[in-house]
């Protein structure tokens, strides 16, 4: 009885789960409509008016999905228009292409008409600005009742990557510049603790979570306040530090948001203490500070082959 329930309930189950299957129209990957939009989008890259006008409806619109404005009533076609002239005219190396291995898709649907949905990138260079767009394009084209010009076009585009893009053209300011802050006495303190190879003075205004990048590290590496200290041992061991000159001074950077950073630029007169070989390191710095004012990061620039180098001569 209990096997017969259970085939019964499964029955039941799939019984259920085909009924609620629908079909609701038929997707094609080849198609008369899919032609339309990669002609319309081909004049797009152009600029071509008269043949974007062709493929349109009089009451033709064009909305960015991404566009979080409640008030945003789309593009008509004039504005397409001139937004495609734009591009084509203002801008290096302009085009939509297809993102890797993806096709179009025409989709006629019972009661919502014929669409056509493409996967692009778009990618073009500001002329005047040298600024990059490159974003995912996605597009829903809607067609007329008669399926053989575009009603709508919805796509969706890195909002933010156009608002720089703009901002690109306009000189603006972020923030305040500085030639002393506290946080560049905390910099001037390190680099004094670290002339004088005292590591526990050097990583005193450093957050616990502190990270350090160093230019010979391997690409994408990281490292902690102990690794650090770590890396640091037989740099100690090896080299004297006969001074640290602070070349110009150092910058603070108080940018518009969360973030400071204070970049500074060093020379390092050093001695080999084995071989006595006195040689000199430019290094550059750049330490970034959170909401509490402790360093947060650590980012240094320097010929680490010179070090290596003078390791080498002292196992020789």
């Known amino acids: 009885m209990k096997k017969l329930f259970s085939t019964f309930l499964l029955l039941c189950v799939l019984m259920g789960v085909n009924a609620q299957k629908n079909p609701n129209g038929v997707i094609y990957d080849k198609h008369p409509s899919i032609d339309v939009v990669e002609k319309f989008m081909q004049a797009f890259v152009k600029g071509d008016a008269a043949t974007m006008t062709s493929l349109t409806t009089d009451d033709f619109k064009a909305f960015n999905a991404m566009n979080t404005n409640w008030d945003y009533k789309g593009q008509d076609l004039a504005t397409c228009i001139r937004n495609a002239q734009n591009y084509a005219n203002n801008y290096t190396n302009f085009s939509i292409t297809k993102t890797e291995g993806s096709y179009p898709d025409a989709l006629e649907y019972k009661k919502d008409g014929l669409w056509v949905y493409t996967f692009n990138m778009f990618f073009a260079i500001n002329k005047k600005s040298g600024f990059k767009i490159q974003s995912p394009y ?19 585009m890195n909002t933010a990557m156009l608002v720089k893009n703009a901002e690109s053209e306009q000189t603006l300011t972020n923030g305040i510049l500085y030639k ?58 090896n080299i004297e530090i006969i001074g640290i000159d602070e070349i110009g001074y150092p910058d603070m950077l108080d940018h ?61």
């Open 180 to 237: 002393n802050h506290p946080n560049i006495v905390k910099v001037r303190k390190l680099v004094a603790n670290f002339s004088l190879a005292n590591m526990d003075g050097m990583f005193t205004d450093f957050a616990p979570n502190a990270r350090f990048n160093d230019l010979n590290y391997a690409y994408g590496v990281s490292k902690n306040i102990e690794e650090r200290k770590k890396d640091l041992t037989p740099f100690f061991e």
């Open 138 to 156: 996605d597009c829903a084209f809607i067609f007329n009742a008669e399926g053989t010009k575009i009603r709508r076009m919805n796509f969706t």
């Open 256 to 316: 518009d948001g969360p973030s400071s950073v204070v970049d500074s630029w060093w020379s390092m007169r050093l001695r080999n203490k084995k071989t006595n070989k006195k040689f000199k390191i430019a290094l550059v710095f750049s330490h970034t500070f959170n909401d509490q004012g402790q360093i947060q990061t650590e980012s240094a620039y320097y010929n680490g082959s010179q070090l290596a180098d003078s390791y080498t001569e002292t196992k020789k």
